[in-house]
């Protein structure tokens, strides 16, 4: 990432990451902010700058250190180093919390956010399992921080617990071969290359994020693979069969005898369809109104005959060619 332009909090500055983003980005304009929760010029732009906003960086300090318990993949969602993204995929969730301000923020007081997870790991009679990386792409934000490589060595050195995260990229070669313990489990978010091109722009490619996947679980990571999200486009059952085949013949044998899967099947919004219409006027339109159905306040999902359908096919090729791997939810 080379931004053009950087928004910070004055107080990020004081801390060792910011002065470290500061003279890596020296050549941006820099632009002092109050709150990067609130950025008035950004926020009032029309959404066809959407794209243009994913390419400014926003430094702050995160303040907001709770944990949310989550009965899925982990024990507690926890806000870490790393809002939003400069990835644009068509259908991120995190248009629904930021709308248009989903680009990417990264906040200084790691040591901080990294002390209070390992004092609540610690405190556990239990190893407890950490998602941090619900609010962004770790693998994406380390490439400007180092963030995620500097926590996976501090939490390895730990006796407890886990930390875990998703990422849609490859770029995982300085994770390889650092001192992680066992305490990291990374899983990689899957989908046909199709989709992949007409949906996650910005994102690795299917053939690198399997590469990728291959490379984490022989340095010894724990790993698991997100089927996520489901995207019912006309042509979605030979895609995903596809994409089945794809994965049993190019996964190592490691992986295999490991991995596990979650399933998720896409959530669309009206924010999204606005946003996306101005945005990317070309792309195609995920909102199909013959498959979904209302869910809440201005939000579609599948409906149960093409939500149905679409779970028995995955699950079906799940079983075909991943029979003794464990399919942990399908939401």
């Keep these: 990432m080379n931004p053009k332009i950087v928004y ?3 107080e990020s500055l004081n801390y060792p990451l ?4 500061f003279e890596k980005f020296k050549s941006a304009e820099w632009i002092k902010i109050e709150n990067h929760n609130n950025i008035p010029e950004l926020r009032n732009n029309p959404n066809c700058e959407f794209a243009r906003m994913k390419q400014n960086l926003v430094i702050g300090i995160r303040k907001t250190h709770k944990y949310v318990p989550n009965s899925k993949i982990s024990d507690f969602l926890v806000p870490y180093t790393s809002s939003g993204c400069s990835a644009m995929c068509l259908y991120c969730y995190l248009v629904c919390n ?3 301000c989903s680009y990417l923020r990264l906040f200084v007081n790691r040591e901080q956010m990294l002390s209070k997870l390992i004092k609540t790991s610690n405190q556990s009679c239990t190893d407890l399992t950490f998602e941090i990386g619900s609010n962004s792409d770790l693998v994406l934000e380390n490439t400007i921080t180092g963030n995620l490589e500097w926590t996976i060595e501090h939490f390895g050195k730990n006796e407890r617990g886990y930390i875990t995260l998703p990422t849609k990229f490859d770029m995982v070669e300085p994770l390889l071969s650092l001192n992680h313990k066992g305490r990291t ?3 990689m978010s899957l989908n046909p290359q199709e989709i992949i091109n007409k949906v996650e722009f910005g994102t690795s490619s299917l053939t690198n994020r399997i590469k990728a996947l291959n490379s984490i679980k022989e340095a010894g990571y724990k790993i698991g693979i997100l089927i996520a999200p489901v995207v019912l486009v006309e042509n ?3 895609l995903y ?3 089945f085949k794809i994965l049993s013949e190019t996964l190592s044998q490691k992986v295999k005898n490991e991995v596990i899967f979650e399933v998720i099947f896409m959530t669309y919004s009206y924010v999204h369809r606005m946003i996306n219409a101005e945005a990317f006027p070309n792309a195609i339109d995920l909102y199909d109104k013959n498959k979904m159905t209302g869910r809440g306040r201005g939000k579609y999902c599948y409906n149960p005959i093409a939500r149905n359908e679409g779970e028995a096919l995955i699950r079906a090729e799940i079983a075909q060619h991943f029979p003794e ?3 942990m939810y399908v939401v």
């Design 18 to 21: 910011g002065k470290n983003l």
């Design 325 to 327: 791997n464990k399919i």
């Design 236 to 238: 979605w059952a030979s």
């Design 98 to 100: 930021y709308n248009k």
């Design 185 to 187: 489990i990374i899983r």
């Design 241 to 243: 069969i596809q994409l």
């Design 8 to 10: 910070y909090e004055e």
